[in-house]
């Protein structure tokens, strides 16, 4: 059990989110950085979609009100147990009364705490996740504040060294890279872009604004012009869609996206590489890479062996722990 | 096919479009789409927008232009759905806090309030699209004179049960939300319950009728 005693605002409980209810104008929700909600869970043994506590920028500070393994993963943001400092992406356990602070973000926009078997919420239509415009799912539909309690569901965890396990997972910047890459595919209103505005989209560092949220994340740089004008009518979007408005700086919709809009699309950040979106912080340097649905196909591919291979990598660890206790895993803590 | 069209809007999501008028029939056609589309293999979910239709996919597609050409010759069929729908008719107080943009609607048209109310409350409105927010209904059969441009400066957060327009479109906020129409009334109703079966109260032809219980000044 967990009880928070200092949290940013926006910090909510959030699994992978919500399907099948698109039709009714109610959007996934979910993990932003689908990624590493799923790792977290990997860490614990818990089912990938189990809930977590999603928690966007820092400093928070949480206390454990009883022994119990947990995994962080996210940004780099200096956390310490009880003073120990923790790396980026850790299990391990915490003693009864050990307190988490997480410092300031170096590197990434979220972390993901996670407990044995998710976060003890109700499931409402098919999810844990938190919806925060219609107000339920998560804990109470709302974001989380000081006094507030988590619950594991389960009590037991993997076998776990004493001093924890970290694993590497890949960067958010390719390496010797200073933005962020996102992979996107030409949306519908692409080619009605003048041929500059296409060029500048596609070639361009556009800057991650102030105005972020789990909706969405507004970008500054060149202002994009159409060829063409006129209004669209209302029709469907999803998470990843790149959109200009009149002002001519894109807007990326994130996982509490709305299910329709109306403003002219450019591209569609590849599903892949949402979880970049997600940990990209105001100031952050962003690309757009074109891709097409073949490359995008092969993306997913990727992505999940990675987490595969992360899966067996920890079986393999967690045997010979079993094997040979401490001694074995000491190396990799 | 070139008078349809096919766009990626995400990794699995498509959106179909038509060269077609904004109006019943054609909607009708969406829905017949939609409602076939529903029941193929890899489709998650068909939804019809205003005019258009767009599809959660299983799977990245590997074939667009085979996609493309069962959607176009579904279109081109011609089949229309007509739904007989339920009539929810909702009560709207007109005006004050809950409907702050009323007499410059009524400026803007060059229409008296009491007008605007009555052009308003005239028509049973039927709803095209679900979707933009949980339970939010996108209306057809706003009379044209009660056109307006959207605000220049939108609401960062107007209230649910707000009953605004802009365009050629009216609707009633299912929750608290950014806006950039004319509030000009606020009604009583629950769009969405995620405790009902379904959580949505109104589907695509479903219709509304607006009845005026009071106007504030």
């Known amino acids: ?333 | 096919m070139s008078d349809t069209r096919l766009s990626i809007i995400g990794s699995r999501a498509v959106l179909f479009e038509a060269n077609c008028p904004f109006d019943l029939d054609h909607q009708q056609r969406f829905w017949a789409m939609a409602t076939e589309a529903a029941t193929w293999t890899g489709v998650r979910e068909a939804v019809p927008g205003m005019t258009n239709l767009t599809l959660l996919l299983d799977q990245v597609p590997t074939d667009l232009n085979r996609l493309w050409q069962a959607l176009a010759a579904l279109w081109h069929s011609g089949r229309r759905q007509e739904i007989d729908g339920q009539l929810l008719l909702v009560d709207v107080t007109f005006g004050g806090a809950g409907g702050p943009h009323l007499a410059e609607v009524a400026a803007m048209t060059d229409l008296s309030i009491d007008k605007v109310i009555n052009l308003h409350t005239a028509p049973e409105y039927t709803v095209y699209a679900v979707g933009s927010h949980a339970g939010y209904c996108y209306l057809g059969g706003l009379d044209p004179r009660l056109q307006t441009p959207r605000r220049k400066v939108p609401l960062t957060r107007l209230p649910g049960g707000s009953l605004s327009l802009a365009g050629l479109q009216t609707g009633v906020s299912a929750s608290a939300g950014p806006s950039g129409w004319n509030t000009i009334g606020k009604a009583d109703v629950v769009f969405f319950d995620p405790g009902r079966q379904p959580a949505a109260l109104l589907k695509p032809g479903d219709r509304i009728r607006f009845r005026p219980v009071e106007v504030l000044a």
Request: proline share 7%; charged share 20%; net charge neutral.
């Open chain 1, 1 to 333: 059990m967990i009880e928070i005693l200092a949290i940013p605002p926006l910090a909510t409980v959030q699994d992978l989110g919500r399907e099948g209810y698109w039709s009714q104008g109610l959007g996934r929700a979910g993990a932003m950085d689908r990624r590493a909600l799923a790792i977290s869970n990997l860490l614990l043994g818990n089912a990938p979609n189990a809930p977590a506590l999603e928690i966007p920028l820092t400093p928070a500070r949480l206390r454990f009100t009883k022994r119990t393994a947990f995994a962080l993963v996210g940004a780099a943001c200096c956390a310490r147990l009880s003073g120990r400092p923790l790396p980026a992406v850790w299990v391990g356990f915490a003693e009864e009364d050990a307190l988490l602070e997480l410092g300031s973000m170096t590197t990434g926009a979220l972390v993901y705490l996670a407990l044995p078997g998710g976060m003890d919420v109700p499931k409402v239509l098919g999810s844990h996740s938190t919806q925060l415009r219609e107000a339920f799912g998560g804990y109470d539909g709302r974001v989380l504040a000081p006094g507030d309690i988590l619950c594991g569901a389960r009590r037991d965890a993997l076998a776990l060294p004493a001093a924890g396990l970290s694993i590497v997972i890949p960067p958010l910047r390719e390496i010797g890279e200073t933005a962020i890459q996102l992979r996107a595919l030409p949306s519908a209103e692409e080619p009605g872009f003048t041929e500059a505005s296409r060029t500048e989209f596609w070639s361009s560092e556009w800057e991650v604004s102030r105005e972020v949220n789990r909706m969405g994340y507004r970008l500054s740089g060149p202002t994009l012009e159409r060829a063409t004008t006129g209004e669209l009518r209302s029709h469907g979007i999803v998470p990843g869609i790149v959109q200009v408005p009149g002002g001519g700086q894109p807007i990326i919709q994130l996982a509490d996206s709305a299910t329709m809009g109306g403003y002219p699309k450019i591209a569609a950040v590849i599903e892949a590489d949402l979880w970049r979106v997600a940990q990209a912080r105001p100031g952050d340097r962003l690309r757009f890479v074109r891709v097409d649905l073949a490359q995008a196909a092969e993306a997913e591919r990727k992505a999940d062996n990675e987490i595969d291979n992360l899966r067996t990598a920890l079986r393999h660890a967690s045997e010979l722990h079993e094997k040979w206790g401490d001694h074995a895993v000491a190396h990799r803590s």
